[in-house]
C-alpha cells in the first residue's frame, strides 16, 4: 500500500473500519464455504480484534494515526473547557516569550562575536597609579579624554574601543540649591 494512500486513509477512519470488517467476515465465510464448523473456523481463525489491530497498522501510519487523535482530543478538550485552555494557552505563550527572550539576550551578549576585526585577540586595558588621595590603585576604567589619546597612539597597529556602564548619579540644578539655603 502506498505512502500517499496510508496517509489518506487517516481521514477515512469508518470506511476503512468497514471494509477491515468486511474483509475478516469474507475469510470467515471462506472457512464456512470449506465445509468448516462456524465455532471451529472462528477459533482456527483467531483474535478478530488482533487482525483487525494488525491490518489498521498496515493500512495506516500508526504515530501519525496517534498524533491525529491528540490533536482532535484535544480540539474538543479546548473547545469544552474555553476559560482553562485560554489560561493554560496563555501561560504557554507568555513561558515560551520569556524563554525566547532570555536567549536572545544570552545569544546577543555571550554567544555572538564582537564586532571588531579579530575578537580572538582582544585584550583588558588597565591603568595604574596612584590616586588624588595619594593610594596607588589599578583600574579599568578611564577617562575619555585619555581614551582618546590611546587610540589615537595606537591607531596603525591596533583597534581600541570602549565598554561603559550606566552609573547613578545625583544632579542638582541652582534653583534647588537656593531652594536648599532658604
Known sequence: MS????????????????????????????????????????????SPLRHREASRDFRLIPWLDSVRADV??????IRKRKITSAAAILSLALAMGAGIASFRLIDA??????????????????????????????SESCEYPLFRELRAAVKSQAELIAVSWVQRAELNNKSDLEMKQA
Open 3 to 46: 505512502w500517499w494512500s496510508r496517509v489518506a486513509n487517516l481521514w477515512r477512519g469508518e470506511w476503512v473500519n468497514r471494509d477491515i470488517d468486511e474483509e475478516l467476515r469474507s475469510h470467515i465465510a471462506e472457512a464456512l464455504a470449506e465445509g468448516r464448523d462456524p465455532e471451529e473456523a472462528r477459533r482456527a481463525f483467531g
Open 72 to 77: 482532535v482530543f484535544g480540539w474538543r478538550q
Open 109 to 138: 551578549l555571550l554567544l555572538r562575536p564582537l564586532p571588531v576585526a579579530d575578537p580572538g585577540h582582544l585584550h583588558l586595558f588597565a591603568v595604574q597609579g596612584f590616586d588624588p588621595g595619594g593610594n596607588f590603585r589599578v
